[in-house]
């Protein structure tokens, strides 16, 4: 797989020691609302490309454009920011924060400092999108090259606490544990497939630079809870194209890692992609149109500013990347795209979310409530109802639904929710004894 131009030249130049922040000196390509990029006129689109959705345009996917819409930050993360950001410091290798409270720990980048990377990682790792708690259903198809599903999972269930920065329920900003944990999020328990209906994962993101997640799987087939090694965290996860630092953009923990702020650029990205509970493919996956049964199609995109961030792990003995690329919306803080690289340098998987960002994401929202949830949203949310984790390699794609495209809205088990104190969201609840529980 060749990497675009403009990022050929990114590697380059931060290879010397210098820093792209725009294409001064060339022509720049450019789009506006209302365009439509095929692979007939990427041209037009070049420099707002990033490697791997040059390949998903080459390969059929089109890209509707819609202006750019500032998105704000909640008004209580805003005000946190504010008040406790000054306090924050960052160790000297960048791999810890101390004094860190609530809010964004550095909204103040400077391209030129030694430690912008994990600066802005550490952003990312307590981005406004995800405060105190957050959850919703989803749904993932594996599709191959022919454009087949080979299989399909289910679950009513991912949901993450937030233990540090919290701002809307009581504890906050810190439920204490011992030792003390930044979060814990749960994906399962399945539905589907059959053979590992009501499997599970718990993680445990812990605040010391040293100490490793604690991820245990349950799989009732077996009646035990198996622990993950950190060294498996980069293997595909139940069989799919993710692995488990992947979810979300980047989901490793930042003090295992070495940051580097590559370049701040333009790209187009799915911000405002619309879609909420509908199926968005390009094709049917009936195994007769290739990738573009696993292409969303229909969907909008934008130009965003980003921050491009070249993540190398530093802590694994074995792992399966030798580096993940990240570009993170500088409105949001949070990764749009994450591109992984193999050991011989080499494009290997995408992860994209495709948001829509909005207060309410369709009128009459939540079609079915959780029991105790408000849902009375003053601040736009992450919603983020679709994404996909892809190996390009192989043309193997993973997409997924949250909600289900294919259930009525009547019929979803637990659909986005942000912030809300109800029953599912107590330490309690997040405990390796409930994710058994959960799963009979």
């Known amino acids: 797989m060749q990497l675009s131009r403009w990022f050929k030249t990114t590697c380059a130049v931060v290879a010397t020691g210098g820093l792209v922040l725009g294409t001064a000196g060339r022509s720049v390509a450019d789009v506006k609302a209302g365009d439509t990029i095929t692979k007939e006129n990427m041209a037009s689109a070049e420099e707002l490309l990033t490697p791997a959705m040059k390949w998903y345009v080459t390969n059929g996917m089109p890209m509707k454009i819609i202006d750019y819409k500032k998105i704000e930050w909640p008004k209580a993360f805003k005000e946190a920011t504010e008040k406790y950001s000054g306090q924050v410091k960052i160790s000297a290798d960048g791999r810890d924060i101390f004094n860190y409270v609530a809010g964004a720990p550095f909204p103040q980048i400077d391209a030129n400092d030694p430690l912008v990377g994990f600066k802005i990682m550490w952003n990312q790792e307590q981005k406004p999108a995800y405060t105190d708690n957050v959850g919703t259903e989803w749904i993932v198809e594996l599709i191959n090259s022919k454009g087949e599903m080979e299989r399909r999972y289910s679950s009513g269930f991912w949901r993450r606490m937030m233990w540090t920065g919290r701002l809307y329920s009581d504890p906050k900003p810190v439920v204490p544990h011992n030792p003390a944990m930044r979060y814990t999020e749960q994906f399962g328990p399945l539905f589907e497939p059959n053979d590992l209906k009501g499997a599970g994962v718990l993680s445990n993101r812990y605040m010391a630079a040293d100490m490793p997640d604690d991820s245990y799987m349950y799989l009732p087939e077996l009646r035990r809870v198996r622990r993950i090694s950190v060294s ?120 994209f979310n495709m948001f829509d960002y909005s207060k309410k994401p369709y009128e009459g929202y939540p079609a079915r409530g959780i029991e105790g949830a408000k849902y009375n949203y003053e601040d736009e949310w992450a919603f983020d109802p679709h994404g996909m984790t892809a190996d390009l390699q192989t043309s193997h794609g993973s997409p997924w639904d949250a909600p289900s495209g294919y259930a009525k809205p009547t019929d979803w088990v637990n659909e986005w929710y942000f912030n809300e104190s109800t029953p599912i969201n107590t330490a309690e609840a997040f405990s390796i004894n409930n994710l058994i529980q959960s799963a009979r």
């Open 232 to 351: 498996n965290r980069s293997d595909a996860f139940w069989g799919t194209d993710y692995d488990l630092d992947a979810l979300w953009g980047f989901n490793s923990k930042v003090g295992f890692w070495t940051f580097r702020l590559l370049a701040e650029k333009e790209i187009l990205a799915p911000m405002h992609a619309g879609g909420y509970g509908k199926r968005i493919a390009c094709e049917p996956s009936d195994g007769t149109k290739g990738p573009r049964a696993f292409m969303p199609c229909g969907i909008n995109w934008e130009k965003r500013k980003v921050w491009i961030v070249e993540g190398l792990p530093t802590a694994f003995s074995q792992y399966a990347f030798s580096k993940r690329i990240m570009y993170i919306d500088k409105d949001t803080l949070g990764v749009i795209f994450m591109e992984a690289y193999d050991q011989g340098g080499e494009l290997w998987r995408v992860f």
